[in-house]
């Protein structure tokens, strides 16, 4: 498929054997794992679940993205397990230009209704990567 | 009113294998500063109970106190735990909008009363009509403001979502922790209805 050029920067298509990074907040954590809220479509008016593709980034730099990072924990969503899940539609949509954001070719969304279902389905498919001591 | 009398076996439901008597009357629970966090727990028979929520906005998190004892042995129905758990819960309705720097809003003091009167009349109503205990659930929070009611137990895994719209409907999923055996709907919270909670104890 073509790739749509959208700044310096090429739209590109996301294998199913990729990763992707999301930050979970420390209020999201449960003795450490992520509670079934950590999952939703965030930035509301996006309407996707905001994650970075590991193409182009690294948990630490995923981390290093948050407004206070020492808040925030990092799981990988593989993506082909996303995709598994009713109605996630993974779509490589980068950052560039957008004011008062910083440039981010690695930034994906998850888009699809983030529903009981879902949620419980994305608990069983994370794996932890940058773990934050003492949550509760 | 608290009066608390012990029911005589023989008068116990069939259905309902308590393993003690329960008292029964109208009942309150209070929060530590003496404020009534629910009142008519009326547990006069096992058809007509209700629980009612009076003072709401007086409620704060750190006035819960679990160790509250209410005149029944809420031991037997489960009422302790959901307290306990509702308590260690209540720390969220002190999150102010954008807690997450996402854009999440903060959670209102009525969806969580809300979740968890759910919780009391589903304890209640399931022990009294066919005298199982409901499993302990986890409070937590949900997305935009809504709350989690997440369930784990060894052959089940169930999460209601309570929405901040009273009017709208709770939408649940749940299965066997592995994708099988999945039961999934719309709950309408001021309708009893305990079949979850059978197949959660199936």
Same mark, same amino acid.
């Given at each position: 498929?073509?790739?749509?050029?959208?700044?310096?920067?090429?739209?590109?298509?996301?294998?199913?054997?990729?990763?992707?990074?999301?930050?979970?907040?420390? +209020?999201?954590?449960?003795?450490?794992?992520?509670?079934?809220?950590?999952?939703?479509?965030?930035?509301?008016? *996006?309407? =996707?679940?905001?994650?970075?593709?590991?193409?182009?980034?690294?948990?630490?730099? *995923?981390?290093? !993205?948050?407004?206070?990072?020492?808040?925030?924990?990092?799981?990988?969503?593989?993506?082909?397990?996303?995709?598994?899940?009713?109605?996630?539609?993974?779509?490589?949509?980068?950052?560039?230009?957008?004011?008062?954001?910083?440039?981010?070719?690695?930034?994906?969304d998850v888009f699809g209704p983030k529903n009981a279902e879902t949620r419980l389905k994305y608990l069983r498919i994370y794996r932890m990567v940058v773990n934050l001591p003492n949550t509760r | 009113m608290s009066t608390t009398l012990a029911r005589p076996a023989?008068?116990?439901? @069939?259905?309902?294998?308590l393993p003690i008597s329960y008292g029964y009357g109208s009942h309150a629970i209070k929060t530590r500063s003496g404020a009534e966090l629910f009142t008519d727990v009326d547990l006069g028979t096992r058809d007509d109970y209700s629980v009612e929520v009076e003072g709401i906005s007086s409620i704060t998190s750190a006035t819960i106190d679990p160790s509250v004892s209410p005149t029944f042995?809420?031991?037997?129905?489960?009422?302790?735990?959901?307290? @306990?758990?509702?308590?260690?819960?209540?720390?969220? +309705?002190? +999150?102010?909008?954008?807690?997450?720097?996402?854009?999440?809003?903060?959670?209102?003091?009525?969806?969580?009363? !809300?979740? *968890? +009167?759910?919780?009391?009349?589903?304890?209640?109503?399931? !022990?009294?009509?066919? =005298?199982?205990?409901? %499993?302990? %659930?986890?409070? !937590?929070?949900?997305?935009?403001?809504?709350?989690d009611l997440h369930w784990r137990t060894l052959t089940r895994e169930l999460l209601i979502n309570i929405p901040t719209d009273s009017g709208e409907l709770a939408d649940y999923y749940g299965d066997d922790g592995a994708d099988g055996n999945p039961v999934r709907g719309s709950l309408d919270l001021n309708t009893p209805d305990y079949r979850l909670m059978l197949w959660l104890t199936s």
């Amino acid at each position: 498929m073509a790739n749509i050029v959208d700044g310096p920067w090429p739209r590109e298509d996301i294998p199913d054997l990729h990763h992707l990074y999301m930050r979970v907040h420390k +209020l999201d954590l449960d003795a450490g794992i992520p509670a079934p809220g950590a999952f939703r479509n965030r930035p509301k008016k *996006t309407g =996707g679940m905001s994650t970075d593709w590991s193409k182009y980034a690294t948990p630490e730099k *995923t981390q290093a !993205r948050a407004r206070i990072p020492q808040d925030n924990a990092v799981i990988a969503l593989n993506v082909g397990q996303v995709r598994s899940i009713q109605g996630q539609i993974v779509k490589h949509s980068l950052i560039f230009n957008y004011p008062s954001i910083p440039n981010n070719q690695a930034h994906t969304d998850v888009f699809g209704p983030k529903n009981a279902e879902t949620r419980l389905k994305y608990l069983r498919i994370y794996r932890m990567v940058v773990n934050l001591p003492n949550t509760r | 009113m608290s009066t608390t009398l012990a029911r005589p076996a023989s008068s116990k439901p @069939k259905d309902c294998q308590l393993p003690i008597s329960y008292g029964y009357g109208s009942h309150a629970i209070k929060t530590r500063s003496g404020a009534e966090l629910f009142t008519d727990v009326d547990l006069g028979t096992r058809d007509d109970y209700s629980v009612e929520v009076e003072g709401i906005s007086s409620i704060t998190s750190a006035t819960i106190d679990p160790s509250v004892s209410p005149t029944f042995p809420n031991r037997v129905l489960g009422i302790a735990d959901i307290i @306990k758990e509702s308590a260690a819960s209540a720390g969220m +309705l002190s +999150l102010e909008d954008n807690w997450d720097g996402e854009g999440s809003p903060a959670y209102s003091v009525g969806t969580f009363i !809300r979740a *968890t +009167l759910y919780l009391l009349q589903s304890a209640i109503g399931f !022990r009294l009509t066919y =005298g199982m205990a409901m %499993p302990n %659930p986890k409070i !937590r929070k949900g997305p935009e403001g809504s709350i989690d009611l997440h369930w784990r137990t060894l052959t089940r895994e169930l999460l209601i979502n309570i929405p901040t719209d009273s009017g709208e409907l709770a939408d649940y999923y749940g299965d066997d922790g592995a994708d099988g055996n999945p039961v999934r709907g719309s709950l309408d919270l001021n309708t009893p209805d305990y079949r979850l909670m059978l197949w959660l104890t199936s």
